[in-house]
């Protein structure tokens, strides 16, 4: 089975704060993904990765940066953590690219800024 | 642009009842569509897919026909359990948008038994 883990089910910062969000899966994926998971929003994209060092903006990219200097691990970086960025973040992998590719899904950290 | 519209919920209902959701996409160009499916406490996990026009897919007592005339992609199950209570995200991924995972809002089902 897929397994795709986050280092952390709940966080809670302060503004101003920079947060590191952290992702690992274990199936050589090439593919990572991290959304944002708000109610009545569903889930919106804020960045992707197709390749170790490549990184892509989704559709939600402000603040907020990654880094893959992994195959397995792709991170979510908030710069200064703003009461706006309160959310669930999850993150995704997926093979390869294409119309019938899955995504596999995290559990997801809630984030809370204060 | 690409976009899903969910029924919104919440939905409630009682053990062995009938279940539908509806579903419809905004796209340019030929989609293939999932129903996602995130269970309390969990990430979110692949339910079922279709890749083109007419396509049924299933999975766990569920189906959800891709109907091109309609553009939509409604989930439907006979009977419930508790065990269903989960929220359920329907979703398009196409080609000219690189790809990329276009969710609806979500819909929240209750079964209660």
């Known amino acids: 089975d897929v397994k795709v883990t986050q280092s952390s089910r709940y966080l809670v910062k302060r503004t101003g704060e920079k947060v590191f969000l952290e992702c690992v899966q274990d199936m050589d994926h090439e593919n990572m993904f991290w959304y944002r998971q708000d109610p009545g929003l569903g889930l919106r994209l804020i960045y992707f990765s197709y390749d170790v060092k490549m990184k892509e903006k989704g559709d939600i990219p402000e603040g907020y940066s990654v880094s893959r200097e992994k195959k397995e691990r792709f991170s979510l970086i908030l710069e200064s953590a703003s009461t706006n960025q309160t959310s669930m973040y999850l993150c995704a992998s997926s093979l390869g690219t294409g119309a019938q590719e899955t995504q596999y899904f995290g559990p997801g950290t809630r984030l809370l800024v204060l | ?113």
């Open chain 2, 1 to 113: 642009g690409n976009s899903v519209t969910q029924m919104e919920g919440p939905v409630t209902l009682s053990e062995e009842a009938f279940l539908t959701i509806n579903c419809t996409y905004t796209a340019t160009g030929y989609p293939s569509l999932f129903w996602y499916v995130q269970y309390p406490g969990e990430g979110l996990q692949l339910l079922l897919k279709a890749t083109k026009a007419d396509d049924k897919g299933s999975n766990k007592g569920f189906e959800a026909t891709y109907r091109k005339e309609t553009t939509s992609f409604h989930l439907e199950k006979g009977s419930v359990q508790v065990s269903d209570s989960a929220v359920y995200f329907c979703a398009l991924i196409l080609l000219s948008n690189d790809y990329k995972l276009s969710f609806g809002a979500g819909t929240t089902v209750t079964v209660r038994a």
